[in-house]
């Protein structure tokens, strides 16, 4: 948990104003004094009262999502075949991201869910998982869909000489 701990922290503060005001004041404080960006972040959220453990953020996560909180399975994991993809688990959170049904049981993966939780946490994460997920992962790059172009022109060109060179067989056939 601790890898996941600066953005489960920065989503956490921004539900809670006036401890994101105290932690940032502190952070900025011994960012100031010289204490390193990571040692500063463990320092502020001991000043602020909060941990990964701690009562009000584990709350806050079932109530979020982040963590089942209906007895349900938690999300499948990888499978024997290779676990689910990228496009898999984005296409998922694209399809559900307004279900309000869903369930960690019925997400793909571990990621997928954590990327619907993400992408339902306000307006701006929606937009981020439009932009930053979902578009790079489903829609096909700009060249992607030139090289499809050209892969298309070179087959009509390479149909019409199989056509002129069965047209010149046919011809020399008849001869």
Do not use: C
Request: aromatic share 8%.
């Amino acid at each position: 948990m601790a890898g996941n701990w600066d953005g489960l922290r920065e989503m956490f503060l921004e539900g809670y104003p006036g401890v994101r005001r105290r932690w940032q004041a502190r952070y900025a404080d011994l960012i100031e004094s010289g204490m390193d960006d990571a040692d500063a972040k463990d320092a502020a959220d001991d000043f602020a009262g909060i941990s990964p453990n701690d009562e009000r953020v584990t709350k806050w996560m079932a109530r979020t999502g982040l963590v089942p909180d209906d007895g349900g399975a938690a999300p499948a994991g990888p499978d024997e075949s290779g676990g689910a993809t990228d496009v898999k688990n984005v296409r998922w959170v694209a399809e559900n991201l307004s279900n309000p049904s869903v369930t960690p049981s019925s997400a793909p993966s571990l990621s997928a869910w954590n990327m619907l939780v993400f992408a339902r946490t306000n307006p701006t994460q929606t937009a981020k998982f439009w932009s930053d997920l979902y578009k790079p992962i489903m829609l096909p790059a700009k060249k992607d869909l030139e090289n499809t172009s050209r892969d298309l022109e070179d087959e009509e060109r390479l149909m019409h000489i199989i056509d002129q060179v069965q047209k010149m067989a046919e011809e020399a056939g008849q001869s």
